[in-house]
Structure formats: C-alpha cells, structure tokens
C-alpha cells in the first residue's frame, strides 16, 4: 500500500506563493504518473498539475503559468509550487500516484487565499 503525505497549506494573500509537498513511501520512479487534484467546497475534484514518469506534464487552464509541478526521485517527493494565488484557489488539494495501475491519495492539505 503506497502511502502519501501532504504539507505545506495554510492561509495565504492573494498574490502570494506557497508551495506544496508530498512524500511519498515508495520509490516514485516505480509510478507512473503523479499528480495534485484540488477539491472547493461543493465542487468536485479536479485535476491541477500531473507529471507522467517519462517527463510529460500537464496543467489545467486555470493554473498555466502559475503553478509548477516538481519531483525529487532522491527525496520520493512531489511538489506543487503555486505563485500569484487567488481567492478561486481556495480547496483542499491532494497529492496523488499512480502506480499498477492503481490510485493512491494523500489526506489532502487545505489552502485558503484571502486577505
């Protein structure tokens, strides 16, 4: 059982930057792909940033350009840096991995954008 653990949320000013991350208790370079998902509150989970094995990244519309995801094969972490946040960031986001073609999640980390 590959478990995830995610830090690193908080409350932060719009504009601000935070960065996320998730250690993983496997070798990440046995994935397939990992990923952060984001959930609002009485929205459905969505897909920020994903990084497959080979190096291909993905990122939604709504974060290009303002978030990077990041992996550290020596440290088994995935990162999630977020700069110029806004309010609509607000969720709780979740790390998550692929692996045998099973999902594995974290426990999710809460960011709040306000003033």
């Known amino acids: 059982q590959v478990q995830l653990v995610e830090s690193g949320g908080g409350l932060v000013q719009p504009g601000g930057s935070r960065r996320l991350s998730c250690v993983v208790s496997?070798?990440?370079?046995?994935?397939?792909?990992m990923a952060w998902y984001r959930q609002a509150p009485g929205k459905q989970r969505d897909l920020v940033a994903r990084?497959?094995?080979?190096?291909?990244?993905f990122y939604a519309d709504s974060v290009k350009g303002r978030f990077t995801i990041s992996r550290d094969n020596t440290k088994n972490t995935v990162d999630l840096r977020m700069n110029s946040l806004l309010p609509e960031d607000t969720a709780v986001y979740y790390c998550?991995?692929?692996?045998?073609?099973?999902?594995?999640w974290g426990q999710g980390t809460q960011v709040t954008v306000s003033a």
């Open positions: 998550s991995v692929e692996k045998n073609g099973i999902d594995y």
């Open positions: 496997e070798d990440i370079r046995t994935m397939y792909a």
């Open positions: 990084v497959v094995n080979r190096g291909s990244m």
